[in-house]
Structure formats: C-alpha cells, structure tokens
C-alpha cells in the first residue's frame, strides 16, 4: 500500500491551476506539500469535503476542482456521492485514500 | 391587512428568491415543500436547483459557491424549519421540535424571519442582502404550505 504522502506528493507534480479541497489528515500534510492559494482546507467539518467540492465546482465552472477525501471522512457523508453522480459536472475530480481502518 | 389565512404562493417566494440575486438553490427534497415550491424552483430555468441527501450537505454546497462569489439558498425542512402550525407561533408549539427552534437560532445569534403571508416574502430580498453583506447566514422560517 503506497503512503498517502507519498502519493499527495505525486499528485502535487502534476497540479497546474486547480482548486484541491483537502480535508483532515491530507488537509495537514497537503498545505505543506503544496502550498498554493487555490487549497480549499479545513479539519473541522468531517466528511463534508466532497460537498464543499462540489459547491465549488458549481460556482467556478471554468475551473477543475479535486477534492482529496479519506475513506473514513467519505463515509460520513456518502449522499454526497449520489448528490454529485445527479449534477455530474465536468470539472470535478474526487479521490478517496483508503488507510486500511474502515 | 393581510387576513391570516391568506395563501401564501410558492410563486411569490420564487420571485423574491431570484430578487434577491440567488442563482442556486440547494434542497433536501420533502413532502411539504415538493409540490408547489420545489416543482417551481425545478421548472424555472434561472435557478439551479441541486437536490441533496442530507442537510449538511446542502450547508457544505452553499459555502462552496459562496466562496466563488455567487449566492445560494438551502431549503431544508427539519422538524420545524418548514412544519410549523399555521397561526402558532413556533415557541408556543406543543411539538418540542417546533418549540426549540427559535431559541436555538437566538443562541446561535442567527437572525431569522417569519414567512406566512405573501407579504412577508418582501422580508426575503433584505434578509438576504443582510446575509451576504455580514456574512453569516439568515433563515427563513416558512410558516405554511406554500400554494
């Protein structure tokens, strides 16, 4: 299993110009991985990642939004993923880092 | 005077709601709103109406477009938001899911209205410029079924 840092800092060579919603542990270690004025962090709202991603996605439009979620976070909000398959936009991108507790 | 028993239209709120400049509206689809308010926010094509799962999720989508710039609404029902008794005040309802909710926002210094007449949708349009201006968010609580 590859380590989420790891692969945050993978993911952070081939950023460009997107806005990255980062929640939780990867929130921690992404804001030192890629500082950038486009990271959309937060730790104190659990789960709500992928909305606020979406919302974002929503309101920039000509902007490619990814969000980086856990496992654990989606799982307190996995509506979300219902809610995001019905709008279907075209500039969201969602990944999910599986740590092997849930 | 409005009589109390005046209806108040969905449509008025509709109106109000695109007066206030708000272009998305996030709803938790139920059964009192669905009819009349919720078919014509999904039928005007100046709103986007995104249906949610859950009432959380509704508040992330909303903070996400707010911080591109653009203003959005969250109808939601909850025990109480928009099931409140005709005529009664929410506080002297016998429902303690009804009677908390004012007294909550008031703790949580959320400035909240009243919707129940068509008058009161005139409230809508400062109430939300208030919001955005202060940058905290404002409820409307709707009364009744709207028509």
């Known amino acids: 299993m590859m380590k989420r840092d790891e692969c945050l800092k993978v993911f952070a060579q081939h950023r460009s110009d997107e806005i990255v919603v980062a929640v939780y542990s990867a929130a921690q270690e992404w804001v030192h991985i890629s500082p950038n004025e486009l990271n959309y962090t937060f730790t104190g709202a659990m ?56 | ?73 969250l109808l939601i029902q909850y025990t109480g938001l928009l099931g409140k008794e005709p005529g009664l005040p929410p506080t002297q309802s016998g429902r303690y899911g009804l009677r908390i909710v004012e007294p909550v926002l008031d703790a949580m210094e959320i400035e909240h209205h009243m919707i129940e007449t068509p008058e009161d949708t005139s409230k809508i349009v400062p109430a939300v410029k208030r919001a955005y201006d202060l940058a905290m968010p404002v409820v409307m609580l709707i009364g009744r079924e709207p028509h």
């Open chain 1, 47 to 102: 789960g709500q990642g992928s909305s606020h991603g979406l919302g974002l996605a929503f309101g920039r439009p000509d902007m490619r939004v990814i969000i980086l979620d856990g496992d654990g976070s989606l799982l307190m909000n996995p509506g979300s993923l219902v809610t995001i398959a019905n709008a279907a936009p075209r500039n969201l991108i969602h990944c999910v880092c599986e740590n092997g507790t849930y």
């Open chain 2, 1 to 73: 005077m409005t009589e109390a028993n005046e209806e108040l239209r969905a449509t008025g709120i509709i109106e109000e709601i695109k007066r206030a400049e708000i272009r998305f509206v996030v709803a938790l689809p139920d059964r009192t709103t669905s009819h009349h308010l919720l078919k014509g926010l999904s039928q005007d094509s100046a709103l986007r109406l995104v249906k949610v799962c859950k009432e959380d999720e509704g508040i992330s989508i909303c903070s996400g477009i707010y911080c591109c710039g653009h203003r959005a609404l």
